[in-house]
């Protein structure tokens, strides 16, 4: 069975505006909801090095002396987790409710 090759003719000319193809701008609260995503994950990334980075200490694959630089980015990344769980703390957010789950039975 063959296919057909698929059209490589450029869809612009070079030199030209591109057509902005979206309709609108995005809301506020979707910026808003996209920036929380990514600072959850940011923070989530940087507790799961520094928990990484313990466990090997901790079965003795290297002492804390002979990676020095290891040792500071993983102590700056453990004050931004622990920085985030704080915040977390005070503001209250730290349980997250899922009403969707209630609503759609699970």
């Known amino acids: 069975m063959a296919a057909e090759p698929r059209d490589i003719d450029p869809r612009y000319m ?3 505006p591109r057509r902005e193809r979206r ?3 995005r809301r506020s609260e979707d910026r808003e909801q996209y920036l929380r995503v990514a600072i959850a ?3 989530a990334i940087c507790g799961g090095l520094v928990v990484v980075y313990l466990f090997f ?8 002396g002979q990676a020095a630089a290891a040792t500071v980015v993983v102590i700056v990344l453990g004050l931004l987790w622990l920085g985030g769980s704080y915040y977390r703390y ?10 969707d789950r209630e609503r759609r039975g699970f």
């Open 90 to 99: 005070r503001t209250g957010a730290i349980f997250i409710t899922r009403r």
């Open 57 to 64: 200490w901790a079965f003795g694959a290297f002492s804390l």
């Open 14 to 16: 070079p030199g030209e």
């Open 41 to 43: 994950a940011t923070l």
């Open 23 to 25: 309709r609108s701008e």
